[in-house]
């Protein structure tokens, strides 16, 4: 009798699981729709975001660094070779110029060229198709002056610069303990790039030996907060990441510390001491 009702009840759960639709629905609902219609552009548009590369703005290549050598492409050698030409007191006045001084490839050259720009007087002498009637042009020798000993009133004689942001530059100056590059002028607040073009071609970084150098790994969080390229999360983040390493080696260690300024390193790594 106990197996004839146990069959019953299978029988009638397979006639139950047959007959009844239990069949789950997908979800179609309107706003699943409009996400999915979506998705395609949010993907595209995080392609084009990681392939985009960083805006390049027109320079004079008489001035390139080695930091912005390094970030054009150029080899040490490369930015050797100008830097020696330019302590001649001598200018490149063309692309091919740069090349025959720096022998840079014809490939690094093609990429670069296009953002040299030159003073007016070198596009107008080359436009000038009747100088040989016109007296020789003697060109004046312009006399640098170490960016690091300016004073305000040599800093305002640049068309564009006057007594608020020459104040800034001196006080970024003293915060820093000294400029160790001309592209530092680019961190200042408010200096377009056509006076700091006017700046590479009147100042330069003289010596470095007086600048007062940090001691990586014995500042404490507020000495290293003090200083302009860090701030206060990453002063701590400096000071925890010695602790839990045994302290501070290379240069490249900090780039593993939270929110450090990659992108001024070789800046940076003149400032300190290990």
């Excluded at 029988?11 to 239990?22: G, H, R, S, W």
């Excluded at 050698?77 to 100008?82: G, K, W």
């Excluded at 093609?110 to 107008?124: H, Q, R, T």
């Excluded at 999360?233 to 510390?257: A, F, W």
């Amino acid at each position: 009798m106990g197996i004839f009702v146990l069959l019953m009840i299978i029988l009638i759960i397979q006639l139950t699981a047959y007959f009844i639709d239990v069949t789950i629905k997908e979800d179609v609902s309107v706003e699943k729709q409009e996400w999915l219609s979506l998705q395609a552009e949010i993907d595209s548009l995080k392609i084009a975001k990681t392939s985009s590369k960083p805006e390049m703005y027109p320079f004079n290549p008489n001035f390139i660094t080695d930091y912005k050598g390094y970030k054009l492409g150029m080899s040490t050698i490369e930015i050797d070779r100008l830097l020696e030409f330019r302590k001649a007191n001598k200018y490149v006045n063309s692309a091919q110029e740069f090349q025959t001084v720096t022998k840079i490839s014809d490939s690094l050259l093609n990429v670069i060229s296009p953002y040299f720009k030159f003073p007016d007087w070198v596009k107008n002498k080359k436009n000038d198709f009747s100088q040989e009637k016109q007296p020789a042009f003697k060109k004046e020798k312009i006399a640098l002056i170490d960016i690091n000993k300016a004073t305000q009133e040599d800093l305002m004689k640049i068309y564009g610069i006057g007594p608020g942001l020459s104040e800034r530059i001196l006080k970024q100056k003293d915060l820093l303990g000294g400029f160790v590059s001309m592209e530092q002028m680019s961190d200042i607040w408010g200096l377009s790039p056509e006076v700091i073009e006017k700046l590479n071609v009147q100042f330069y970084v003289g010596s470095l030996t007086e600048i007062k150098k940090i001691k990586i790994n014995d500042a404490s969080v507020k000495e290293l907060s003090q200083f302009p390229y860090f701030r206060y999360p990453v002063s701590k983040e400096i000071v925890t990441y010695r602790s839990m390493n045994n302290g501070v080696l290379t240069i490249e260690d900090l780039t593993k510390v939270k929110g450090f300024p990659v992108e001024k390193i070789k800046i940076i790594a003149l400032y300190l001491e290990f």
